[in-house]
């Protein structure tokens, strides 16, 4: 189960994938000229996190692009406080319905760029970012580029944590991108993008993340995703500012939806897209792995049960180890979450 966490799906992945024949778009030539750019921004209650980041925005070089145009979606959010928190925008167009997935067709079919930007506020780019990416916007057969995630003055956990998904990322590279990305930053490249939107339209995805990356790997046989794991744009407000427990539910019940569509379809018909989406399935499961672990360790030295027990009651009464403690639960949960989810979707937060 650790193995499938971790390294042991890619790898499978950069197997099956040694079978077909990734990036058939190559030989054609780069793109020339001046490529355009919307940075679409969906926002709700957004008062700190959309000012910086439309504001670093601002700053941005774009060498190779012309001036990037920054849209604001505000997603069923009106009054003085949203207006005053968009004015750095170029373009706002507010949005009647409540619901990320929404707010991003609206802004998705809105553009008319050769390439967009799906970001979340709060998040600032590298003002370089669009120079040193500049070969993959070129590269015909590059559909999207995933920056790596970091947060902003984040503990050791978080950069352990984060630091290893992004090796594992840069290994999916291998077998034509990962399938699951961090939605901090995502841009993608728009003809292939609005196909997918089409395609996808009729539900509210939760985890657009994943089910966007996946539907186009799925798509576009000969075409890539690239995590770019060399360039990092921050998380300035990052999720530890909010109830650890219903990002947790949200994540799980985005992940329960895509993988109770698709997942059946790829067990039959696409070996490598079926093996990175198994990483992301056993993730859920992650308390599951631990448990058998300690389980194990108890059966053959009783008195560590003692010991797991102490460690239990500590991240339950701790702050920090509160959370970690919700997301273990969380976990715990998934197997009766996934056949009983459905009633709690509504519960869940915004963002």
Known sequence: MFGLITWLSPMLAWFFSSFQKLGNETSAANATGLLSLDILIPAHNENESLPATLAAMKKLKH??????????????????????????????????EPGKWRALIVLIENSKADWVALVDAGTVWPEDMLVQLKKHFKDPAVMGINPKYTELDSGFMQRLVWGLESHLKNIENLSGGPISLHGSTILYRRKELLEVITFLKGNDWWNDDVVVPLTLRKFNKGKKIIYAVNIPVVDLFPSSNISEMKRRKRLLFGNLQWVQTFFVGLLKTDAVLCSLALRRITRMLWAWAISFVCVGLILSQPNLAYVFAGVGVTLAVMPKGRRLYEAFLVSMMMPIYFVFHKSDLGKVSWK
């Open 63 to 96: 060498d190779g692009f012309t001036q990037p145009k920054l849209t604001v979606g505000l997603s069923n959010w009106s009054g003085a406080e949203a207006i005053k928190a968009s004015e750095l925008a170029d373009q706002t167009i507010v949005i009647n």
